[in-house]
């Protein structure tokens, strides 16, 4: 599939038979760590000792050409799968100046972390999980584990997944390339990566914000990924929260790289034409607000640097301005617009994939283009798209005897409200 802009609007061309696409558009590809575990019972107890448990109990993706795909629809399912998870088996540490230890990423637990964020932001998502074996995690929490192009190579397989995330892991181009191949003609199933930055460093001010300075800018690396078509999305964390483990509560500050799972979990719930800006933080309560303010001018670094974060708005947190990505030039640059691109996309798919197997005839052709239509006014009707969306269905050249059928359409994204100018006029 092609994209291009044609005086604003947004043209679609599907040069090739589409293929069946299934009805669900919100699941959610994991790929993370998860080594070790504490099963329990039906009544809570542990069956076996803290850190016993090996990956032995799973399938794992280790290079090797082994590993399989898990499918969950519950956060229960995945305890039931993996178990649970003690206090002591994530590390502590401390972090000083602009070092990172290796707090958030002590490889045996990712996964499961990452899944219970997904599920906090939407507890009925489907989640198609990989699990890798947990050798070459970087105490920087880079992505150069073991397995992980394979177990991306996986998902491709699942074209009902619109969201990819690496448990623990930081925004990075492995993971940007796989949401672009998976959205090109070959698989033919979009999907967005959503990533996050690793927890930052505590400033000389006492305060946790990201480092922006040019000198020394973590930014600069994710940055320099500003190159997709509005496929990934950048998200800073620094939030307390409550894990579940075997043993009580496990409060732990977790940054970006775990955060971007919730966001995940939050847009597989929410319409695609609805934005994240001014969605409230689910889990606001256990946030510490003393412990961590971005002050307006990290707010405005952050917005002009498309990072997605939070802010306290009314006595709430609440995400900021819902940005991807992509660079300015382009059209992608609202997580909303690239959403309902996809979702359009594969409504024409499926629509059009309802007359394969009938004749090439004037008659289904016209068949063809009237459900197209129709399909068009009803995504405008449910405010995704404009009204007056168009297509055109066509042969030409050898199409009749090769089989194939032209398919375009003209439509134009519906945005959502990001500024109100208010004038006031005062008479005395």
């Known amino acids: 599939m092609s994209t291009r802009t044609i005086d604003g609007a947004y043209s679609t061309l599907i040069s090739n038979i589409p293929k069946n696409v299934t009805a669900r558009f919100g699941a959610i590809g994991v790929v993370g760590n998860m080594t070790s575990g504490v099963k329990y019972d039906s009544a809570g107890t542990a069956t076996t000792a803290s850190g016993t448990t090996s990956d032995g109990d799973w399938i794992t993706f280790n ?13 229960d399912q995945v305890q039931k ?24 990423y002590d490889g045996e637990h990712n996964l499961i972390r990452s899944l219970e964020l997904v599920y906090l932001a939407n507890p009925s998502v489907r989640t198609y999980v990989t699990v890798l074996d947990g050798s070459g995690a970087s105490a920087s929490g880079a992505y150069a584990h073991v397995g992980v192009t394979e177990a991306l190579a996986e998902l491709l397989k699942f074209d009902d997944i619109s969201f990819v995330v ?23 199933a979009e999907r967005m990566f959503i990533g996050g930055v690793a927890l930052q460093a505590v400033m000389a001010s006492g305060s946790r914000v990201p480092d922006l300075d040019a000198d020394e800018d973590q930014f600069n690396d994710w940055d320099a990924l500003k190159q997709d078509s509005g496929r990934s999305v950048l998200v800073a964390g620094n ?38 800006l001014r969605q409230p933080v689910g889990f606001s309560q256990k946030y510490d607000s003393a412990n961590f303010r971005w002050s307006r001018t ?18 709430r947190n609440v995400f900021s301005r819902a940005l991807t990505h992509a660079p300015t030039s382009t059209d992608y640059v609202r997580i909303t617009t690239r959403r309902i691109v996809d979702r359009v996309t594969k409504e024409i798919r499926a629509s059009s994939d309802t007359f394969v197997g009938l004749s090439n005839t004037v008659i289904n052709r016209i068949g063809m283009q009237t459900s197209l239509d129709n399909k068009l006014s009803s995504l405008a009707r449910f405010g995704l798209i404009q009204t007056g969306s168009t297509s055109n269905v066509w042969v030409e ?23 109100v100018e208010i004038q006031l006029t005062v008479e005395i």
């Not at 892991?169 to 390339?177: K, L, P, S, V």
């Not at 579940?244 to 940054?255: A, D, F, K």
């Not at 050898?398 to 994204?413: H, M, N």
């Open 298 to 315: 990290d707010q405005v670094e952050l917005v002009t640097g498309r990072v997605l974060h939070f802010k306290q708005n009314g006595g």
């Open 166 to 188: 690496g448990a623990g892991m930081d925004y990075n181009a492995t993971f940007q390339a796989h949401a672009n191949t998976a959205s090109n003609d070959t698989n033919q």
């Open 63 to 75: 290079g090797g050409g082994t590993g399989i795909v898990y499918q969950f629809d519950s956060f």
């Open 397 to 419: 050249g050898t199409d009749v005897a090769d089989g194939v059928v032209r398919v375009s359409a003209l439509f134009k994204p519906i945005t959502e409200i990001e500024f």
């Open 239 to 276: 939030v307390n929260y409550i894990f579940q483990t075997g043993s009580g509560s496990n409060t732990r500050e977790i940054g970006g790289n775990f955060f971007a799972s919730y966001v995940a979990g939050l847009l597989s719930r929410l319409p695609e034409q609805q934005s994240l």
């Open 81 to 104: 799968k993996f178990g649970k998870i003690y206090n002591e088996q994530w590390q502590s540490g401390t972090i000083t100046g602009n070092g990172i230890d290796t707090s958030p």
